[in-house]
């Protein structure tokens, strides 16, 4: 499609653009969400410049292990040779695992662990707004389509052999709709923390369902199931026995 754009003369990846847009867009609602509920915008700093550290990390990884020869990179990498890491290439799933767990890194080094459920109350309806423009990005770049489709909206993409659906904005698009969902319910609900919990079983079931819809094959798969839908199970299976914990400890409370 549009794989680069030009920005004051300059040629762009449209996807590293729209990633970066989706960053400091989610961060921006992070923070005001944050000071709203009147917590520490210092340890917010830390929370989310660990998460994107992590999350950076994390999505490199997984594309690594899902999509290329681990023992090639391996042997590269102890060559000294880095050009896989620099090289295009995410898994999301990578990056929200991964940005989970450097956001709780980062609360433990501010000293803000006790207030973690806070924080992702706040944070996470920003998530699905980054995550909405790395889809817009995955668009214009021509990754991550549907299934061939010979509708009105069908996209003909460089490496497609036909027109395909563009599954992309449709995930754009549910993503902030399930972040107006996560706001409305962190408005209404007096249980910390049901913001990550709630995202998690949301998108890992609405990711699990897209993927039989994705026409690309650059990811990996067993048994009939993608990788991330077998991640989608995981994810839906752990946050959904976290939530119960977490409710049958509020109502014990």
């Not at 998530?127 to 990754?143: K, N, S, T």
């Not at 003909?156 to 698009?173: R, S, Y």
């Not at 919990?197 to 994705?214: D, G, K, M, N, P």
Request: net charge positive.
């Amino acid at each position: 499609m549009y794989p680069w754009v030009c920005v004051l003369g300059r040629a762009i990846p449209s996807y590293g653009l729209c990633m970066a847009l989706g960053i400091l867009v989610s961060c921006w609602i992070a923070l005001a969400r944050a000071r709203g509920s009147r917590l520490d915008a210092n340890n917010l700093i830390v929370i989310v410049a660990c998460a994107l550290a992590f999350g950076l990390l994390g999505a490199k990884l997984l594309y690594l292990i899902a999509s290329c020869d681990v023992g090639a990179v391996v042997a590269r990498l102890s060559r000294g040779d880095f050009s896989d890491l620099a090289s295009g290439g995410q898994v999301y799933y990578g990056g929200l695992l991964g940005g989970v767990l450097g956001a709780w890194v980062g609360a433990r080094i501010s000293g803000a662990d006790g207030e973690f459920p806070l924080y992702c109350d706040a944070v996470v309806p920003a998530i699905p707004v980054g995550h909405a423009f790395g889809r817009v990005g995955c668009f214009l770049g021509g990754c991550c389509y549907g299934l061939p489709c010979g509708a009105w909206c069908a996209v003909t993409f460089p490496g497609a052999a036909q027109p395909v659906f563009p599954l992309q904005l449709l995930e754009a698009a549910l993503n902030l709709a399930l972040a107006i969902a996560l706001v409305c319910c962190a408005k209404k609900s007096r249980l910390r923390g049901l913001a990550l919990h709630l995202y998690l079983l949301l998108y890992s079931a609405a990711r699990f369902v897209l993927e039989f819809f994705r026409g690309d094959e650059i990811r990996g798969s067993a048994l009939g199931l993608s990788t991330s839908q077998w991640i989608s199970m995981g994810v839906f299976a752990l946050a959904g026995a976290l939530l119960l914990r977490k409710m049958r400890g509020k109502k014990g409370a």
